[in-house]
């Protein structure tokens, strides 16, 4: 398969997840990521805007503003 072949059955089956689990997933990933000493030790995050279908970042988001983070997109 080439890469892009590879990104499109991969992005078919983000499609397919329940939004119930992505939320689910949404939030354990970010926990993962704010709870890490990477992001606990950062002054400033660099996230990217997630758009449909995503990761949703903004629980990380949230989190730096809660922390008094610099957040960068």
């Known amino acids: 398969m080439d ?3 590879i990104r499109k059955t991969l ?3 983000r499609k397919e997840i329940p ?3 992505k939320v ?6 970010s926990k993962r990521i704010t709870e890490s000493d990477y992001f606990k030790n950062a002054e400033q995050v660099l996230v990217f805007a997630s ?4 990761f949703d970042t903004r629980y990380i988001i949230e989190r730096c503003r809660f922390l008094y983070k610099r957040v960068f997109y």
């Open 19 to 21: 939004l119930e689990k």
């Open 24 to 29: 689910i997933y949404d939030k354990e990933i």
């Open 11 to 13: 992005l078919s089956k």
């Open 51 to 54: 758009s449909e279908n995503e």
């Open 3 to 5: 890469k892009k072949s």
